[in-house]
T-cell receptor, first 115, second 110 residues
């Protein structure tokens, strides 16, 4: 069974640009959650999608957004990139809603560098 | 204010030693996760606990809900256990927030 697939794995952008990251969950998983990991702040929860709806959201500005498609694949977008957005962005999938209350399977992450 | 505190931050052990990593949290939770992150970034979920104890191979995780404390134990540690171990708690009464500890970096020396 294929794991959680994140693309791209690495990307470099400049300040002010926008970026879209993709996450394909394990087949049959309907919940996708996103996380940001930086050396200074560690891991932080961004948001969770279930059945194409955002179910909960972490404490991030509106520049961070996402969506989920009918096949459960999810994308997250960061607009007007800032240097501080440089991070490893991880997604995880689970079968049920409420990512924290279910076993999670993580993707390998997308490492974003903002210059 | 950090809802999740882990200790120690760094840990070096000799191969074969018994290892304990601790996690304390300050609010009521519905679930606690132990995660393992190897160099390169990939995260593996080791355990999801809401009560009691779970065991998988050489790994044991316990949680004491009343004391708001969880421990991850590694028996007969091996160099391949070298990784960062992260504790995460799920707080359903605060908008389904998911908070992470800062991680414990473990190095097991052959």
């Amino acid at each position: 069974k294929a794991g959680v697939t994140q693309t791209p794995r690495y990307l470099i952008k400049t300040r002010g640009q926008q970026v879209t990251l993709s996450c394909s969950p394990i087949s049959g998983h309907r919940s996708v959650s996103w996380y940001q990991q930086t050396p200074g702040q560690g891991l932080q929860f961004l948001f969770e999608y279930f059945s194409e709806t955002q179910r909960n959201k972490g404490n991030f500005p509106g520049r961070f957004s996402g969506r989920q498609f009918s096949n459960s694949r999810s994308e997250m977008n960061v607009s007007t990139l800032e240097l501080g957005d440089s991070a490893l962005y991880l997604c995880a999938s689970s079968f049920q809603q409420g990512s924290g209350a279910n076993v999670l399977t993580f993707g390998a992450g997308s490492r974003l560098t903002v210059l | 204010k950090n809802e999740v505190e882990q200790s120690p931050q760094n840990l070096t052990a000799q191969e074969g030693e018994f290892i304990t990593i601790n996690c304390s949290y300050s609010v009521g939770i519905s679930a606690l996760h132990w995660l393992q992150q190897h160099p390169g970034g990939g995260i593996v979920s080791l355990f999801m606990l809401s009560s009691g104890k779970k065991k998988h191979g050489r790994l044991i995780a316990t949680i004491n809900i009343q004391e708001k404390h969880s421990s991850l134990h590694i028996t007969a540690s091996h160099p391949r256990d070298s990784a960062v171990y992260i504790c995460a708690v799920f707080l359903p009464n605060t908008g389904n927030q998911f908070y992470f500890g800062t991680g414990t970096s473990l190095t097991v020396i052959p």
